[in-house]
């Protein structure tokens, strides 16, 4: 018994770092991204989602660092929805919009 809650606890801790990590990677992406990419793409705007990419990450780190019990996994199920819209969806129409100019990519 005490076998399968340890093996259930650092699975769960495994993943919230997983999810930590996805979180990361979306708010450094959306801090890298020129603001008017966003708004060519009417994706909202870039401070709205460096807002929900840095608020994911908060949730992440306090739930990988303190355990995933309650409203915490709520929350960081949120979080890594978040996360994973703005990867998913907001970051390829940045994308192909930012490395487009008059002459092609420059």
Request: glycine share 12%; with cysteine.
């Amino acid at each position: 018994m005490e076998i399968v809650l340890l093996t259930e606890f650092w699975l769960f801790r495994g993943l919230a770092f997983l999810a930590l990590g996805i979180e990361l990677w979306a708010l450094v992406d959306c801090a890298q991204r020129k603001p008017a990419s966003f708004e060519a793409t009417f994706k909202r705007t870039k401070s709205f989602w460096l807002g929900m990419t840095a608020g994911a990450a908060g949730i992440g780190a306090l739930t990988a660092l303190f355990g995933a019990a309650g409203l915490f996994g709520l929350l960081q199920l949120v979080a890594i929805i978040a996360a994973c819209v703005y990867l998913a969806d907001v970051k390829p129409a940045v994308s192909e919009v930012q490395g487009s100019g008059p002459y092609g990519p420059w």
